[in-house]
């Protein structure tokens, strides 16, 4: 295998998104196929589907649209790096470039909340991201820190995920109390 650079998706926001939820890059099935979390075995869209109806079985633009629906914002933390193979283990640090997460967080007041998918996600936030927000930004935000619901992390059962993952659900009814 050769390391390829990669770049990731654009952010997936709808018109009032009150948490983001950050992976850190695509892996390759998700990239060919040009969609969040397109590995069949990633665990997210079975997560999604249950905690806002985005089923895997939906077309691929569906789910989104429930996902902003329920005012879910999705994208990762690096817009480029350089892999070798689909694992986050196998980026290479000095490759990481970040998307403009605190440009997006800024223009979207109404998020409340990150979510991050996974060690590597957490990892690369806090290093590119949280260090380069203002403190009015991080004063407002929760963070979540999820496990990761890619097939790579199997020593966490799909019903434990689930179990953490319902953080996102929680939270989301809170702000809807709260509003």
Not at 96 to 112: M, Q, S
Not at 156 to 171: A, G, M, P, Q, T
């Amino acid at each position: 295998m050769c390391e390829k650079k990669l770049t990731g998706f654009p952010a997936v926001v709808g018109k009032r998104p009150t948490i983001l939820i950050l992976g850190s890059m695509p892996g390759e099935r998700s990239l060919t196929m040009r969609e969040y979390y397109g590995h069949p075995q990633n665990s997210f869209w079975r997560i999604m589907g249950t905690l806002c109806g985005a089923v895997p079985e939906l077309p691929y633009e569906q789910r989104l649209a429930a996902l902003k629906r329920h005012g879910i914002a999705l994208w990762d933390v690096l817009k480029h790096c350089e892999r070798i193979g689909s694992g986050d283990g196998d980026i290479r640090r000095e490759s990481e470039v970040p998307n403009a997460i605190g440009d997006l967080l800024r223009k979207h007041p109404t998020i409340r909340a990150v979510a991050l998918n996974g060690g590597k996600a957490r990892q690369a936030f806090r290093r590119h991201i949280w260090p380069t927000l203002p403190d009015a930004v991080t004063a407002r935000l929760t963070i979540l820190e999820l496990p990761s619901t890619s097939p790579a992390c199997a020593m966490i059962s799909y019903k434990e995920k689930l179990h953490r993952w319902r953080e996102v659900e929680r939270f989301l009814r809170s702000t809807r109390a709260e509003g």
